[in-house]
């Protein structure tokens, strides 16, 4: 049986507050302060203070001297503007990756299949985390961890969530879209790489 992974404390951390943010407890231009986190959480200032750090740096909040920590006014252009970068990544990832999809893509059907039952259901949030799923499993296939850190460290979970929850971009269908990406390496398409990056470009919030 398979050992559980336990996060650490800042990780645990972080994911409190992110989900406090994407859910709207913490509203764009609140603030989030420091020291009732800790005393909410009964931890000490040192792993939240590390836990905010991290959330910055996904440019999800923004600190100011005197001003302390606040969850960042985002607008759709900001929202938007991670696509292009993404779209880039993954582009280069099917490159890499289409020699061995082309002969094992059964490793992308099941979030597929799972697609279509999270459309079924009008499950939005299934929706988003197979097809995060999807693409995390496609920028491994190309066997390139500095090409997998890179994207990870997007954060498009919670950039995806969050364009869902503050700009209302939800599609009524995402599985025949990507089932759209597995036929293509399935028939060994020679343009299956520019396809991902079209495909990619196309999730981006409408201005």
Wanted: glycine share 6%; aromatic share 6%.
């Amino acid at each position: 049986m398979a050992t559980p992974v336990v996060q650490s404390l800042p990780r645990q951390i972080r994911e409190y507050i992110l989900e406090g943010i994407v859910s709207g407890r913490w509203k764009p231009g609140e603030r989030i302060v420091e020291r009732g986190i800790a005393a909410e959480l009964d931890v000490s200032q040192t792993p939240v203070r590390e836990a905010l750090r991290e959330l910055e740096v996904l440019r999800l909040i923004e600190s100011a001297p005197n001003k302390g920590v606040r969850v960042r006014n985002l607008s759709a252009a900001d929202l938007e503007e991670i696509y292009p970068v993404r779209a880039g990544l993954e582009q280069l990832a099917a490159t890499l990756a289409a020699p061995r999809l082309y002969e094992a893509v059964t490793v992308l059907e099941p979030e597929v299949a799972a697609l279509y039952e999270a459309d079924r259901l009008g499950d939005g949030a299934a929706q988003v985390r197979h097809t995060v799923a999807f693409h995390r499993e496609l920028v491994r296939a190309s066997g390139n961890s500095v090409l997998l850190h890179t994207w990870e460290s997007l954060g498009i979970e919670v950039w995806t969530t969050l364009a869902i929850r503050w700009l209302g971009t939800r599609q009524q269908s995402y599985a025949e879209e990507h089932e759209a990406v597995v036929a293509a390496f399935r028939r060994r398409d020679p343009e299956v790489a520019e396809l991902v990056r079209a495909h990619v470009l196309g999730c981006a919030p409408q201005l």
